[in-house]
C-alpha cells in the first residue's frame, strides 16, 4: 500500500511538474519564435524597401522634369521609370505604395486604377510617412482593411536632388509566422506528449526502486519491534536511505546488546537475591539453633555455652552488616539524601585508611604499601564517605589477593591508586562490576553480598570522582581515583 502511494505521487508530481514546464517553455518558445520571424521578415523587407528606394532615385535623376517634384514624377520619362513602377509589386514581392508629403497616392503599381482613399492603409502609415520625409526608414505593425490581414509596413525616403520627393511603402502580410508558430507547437505538443509518458515510465522504475529499501527498513523495523534483534536491512546506499537504514542496524545491535546486559542484570538481581536469602538463612538458622539449644538446657558445658554466644555474636554481626551495606545503598541513591561536604586533606584521609587496611591485612600477612603525595592535596567532600570508598576497594584488594602478596596504595596530585596481585576480574565481566547486583563466583567471596563495589561507586559519583579499573585474571587489578 505504501508503495503504491509513493508511485501514484511520484507519477503525479512528475507528469504537473513537466506540463507546467512545456506550458512554460511552449509560451516562451512562441513568443520568441513569432519575434525573431519578424525581425527576419522586417530584415527582409527593409533590405528590399532600400534598394528600391535607391533605384527609383537613381532613375528620378536620369530623368528631366518641367516642374516640381510630383508633377516630375507623374511625367517623367516614359522610359527606364514608368517601366520600373509597373513591375515595383513583381519585382518587390510584395504590395507597394509610393506617397507624397501630402499623403497622396501617386503611384500603386497594378492597383493604380482601383477606388480607394489613404484611409485604405494601415491605421499608423500616417506616422510612418511624416517619419519617411523626416529622413528615417520606419516600420510599423497593424491590420490592413484593404489587405485583410495583419502586415508589416516599411517606409523608406526616396529622393531627387539630395530632397525627399515620396515615401515608398512596403507591406507583407504576417499569416506566414502565425503557421510557422502554429506547426512549431504542434511538434512541441508531440514531443511533450512522448516526454510525459516517458516521464510516467521513469517514475515507475523510481518509485520501485525507492520503496524496495523502505520495505526492507519497514521489515527490519517490525522484526525489531517483535524483539528479533538479528534483523538487519541489508541496504547499502549512499545517501539519506543509506543513513537511515544504517541508523536501524545501529539501533538493532544496541538493542541486542542492551537485550544481553538486561537479561544479564535480571539474573544478577535473581542471583542477588538468591545470596541475601542464603546469607540471612544461614545466621538466622544458626542463632535460632543455638538459642533452642541453650533454652531447653541442651547444652550445659560452660565453654560450650560461651562457644554457642560468640557464634550469635559473629552471625548477629554479618546480619548486621548486609543491612548495614542495604541502607547505606540505598540512602546513596536518594537524589534527596545529602552528605557532609566540607574541604579536606585527602593525605589525611588516605593516611587513616592505610592504617585500618593493614589492621585488616595482617591475617593473610598482606603488606600495604603507600606512596604518600609530597604535597598537602585539598579536596572538598565527606571524611566518613570518601573513608567508606577507600576501604570498599582495599577491602576487595586484600579479599582477593593470595597470601603474602604485596597491595599497593600510591598517591599522586588529585589521583590515587589502588592495586593489588589478586586473582583480577574476567575482561567479560569488568563492564559489571559496579552493578549492584554483581559478585564473583569466587570461593573468596562466599561471604561478600555483592554491593560493595555499588556503594563505591554511589560515593564516587557524588563527589565527583572518576574510577577506572584495569584488570587482567591472574596478574591482578587496579583502581584509580581521579579527583
Not at 546506499?237 to 542492551?258: F, K, M, P, Q, V
Not at 589521583?415 to 586473582?423: A, F, L, N, Y
Request: glycine share 6%; charged share 20%.
Amino acid at each position: 500500500m505504501m508503495k503504491s502511494k509513493i508511485v501514484h505521487r511520484l507519477i503525479l508530481y512528475f507528469s504537473a511538474t513537466l506540463l507546467l514546464f512545456s506550458f512554460i517553455i511552449g509560451g516562451i518558445f512562441m513568443t520568441l519564435f513569432k519575434a525573431h520571424t519578424i525581425e527576419v521578415q522586417k530584415s527582409e523587407l527593409e533590405t528590399r524597401a532600400t534598394k528600391m528606394a535607391a533605384t527609383l532615385s537613381g532613375l528620378l535623376e536620369e530623368a528631366q522634369y518641367s516642374s516640381g517634384p510630383r508633377q516630375g514624377m507623374m511625367n517623367g520619362s516614359q522610359g527606364g521609370y514608368m517601366a520600373y513602377l509597373r513591375y515595383l509589386n513583381d519585382i518587390a514581392n510584395a504590395d507597394v505604395w509610393i506617397v507624397d508629403e501630402n499623403l497622396d497616392l501617386i503611384t500603386i503599381g497594378p492597383r493604380s486604377n482601383s477606388s480607394f482613399n489613404y484611409t485604405d492603409l494601415p491605421k499608423d502609415a500616417d506616422t510612418v510617412v511624416k517619419n519617411v520625409f523626416q529622413g528615417d526608414t520606419t516600420f510599423s505593425e497593424g491590420f490592413s482593411d484593404l489587405l485583410e490581414a495583419p502586415t508589416l509596413t516599411i517606409g523608406t525616403p526616396i529622393q531627387k536632388d539630395g530632397a525627399i520627393v515620396g515615401a515608398l511603402l512596403l507591406h507583407s502580410p504576417v499569416k506566414g509566422i502565425d503557421d510557422a508558430i502554429g506547426q512549431g507547437f504542434r511538434i512541441l505538443s508531440i514531443s511533450v506528449l512522448f516526454a510525459l509518458l516517458l516521464s510516467i515510465i521513469l517514475s515507475i522504475f523510481l518509485a520501485v526502486s525507492f520503496t524496495k529499501p523502505l520495505k526492507k527498513m519497514t521489515t527490519s523495523a517490525v522484526r525489531l519491534a517483535g524483539s528479533d534483534y538479528s534483523a538487519k536491512t541489508g541496504v547499502q546506499s549512499n545517501d539519506e536511505i543509506g543513513e537511515l537504514a544504517s541508523a536501524i542496524d545501529t539501533l538493532g545491535t544496541r538493542l541486542a546488546i542492551a537485550s544481553r546486559e538486561s537479561e544479564k542484570l535480571t539474573q544478577l538481581r535473581r542471583d542477588f537475591v538468591a545470596n541475601v536469602s542464603h546469607e540471612l538463612r544461614t545466621p538466622i538458622t544458626v542463632i535460632r539453633g543455638s538459642l533452642e539449644a541453650l533454652n531447653e538446657e541442651v547444652v550445659t558445658d560452660p565453654a560450650l555455652i560461651k562457644e554457642y554466644y560468640q557464634q550469635m555474636l559473629n552471625e548477629s554481626v554479618f546480619l548486621q552488616r548486609l543491612v548495614d551495606d542495604l541502607l547505606d545503598l540505598s540512602r546513596l541513591q536518594n537524589t534527596d539524601f545529602t552528605i557532609e561536604m566540607q574541604e579536606l586533606n585527602l593525605c589525611e584521609v588516605l593516611s587513616d585508611v592505610v592504617r585500618s587496611a593493614r589492621n585488616k591485612a595482617l591475617h593473610k600477612e598482606i603488606t600495604v604499601e603507600y606512596e604518600e603525595a609530597p604535597t598537602i592535596c585539598k579536596v572538598t567532600g565527606d571524611y566518613g564517605r570518601i573513608r567508606q570508598m577507600f576501604m570498599i576497594i582495599i577491602d576487595n584488594a586484600i579479599k582477593f589477593s593470595p597470601e603474602c602478596s604485596v597491595v599497593t596504595i600510591s598517591h599522586t596530585g588529585r589521583t590515587v591508586s589502588i592495586k593489588d596481585h589478586g586473582i583480577g576480574i574476567p575482561e567479560e565481566d569488568l563492564p559489571y562490576i559496579f552493578e549492584r547486583f554483581y559478585k564473583s563466583a569466587s570461593e573468596l567471596n562466599k561471604n561478600g553480598t555483592g554491593i560493595g563495589l555499588q556503594i563505591a561507586k554511589q560515593i564516587a559519583d557524588r563527589h565527583g570522582v572518576r574510577i577506572e579499573v584495569v584488570s587482567k585474571p591472574s596478574v591482578g587489578t587496579q583502581f584509580t581515583l581521579e579527583f
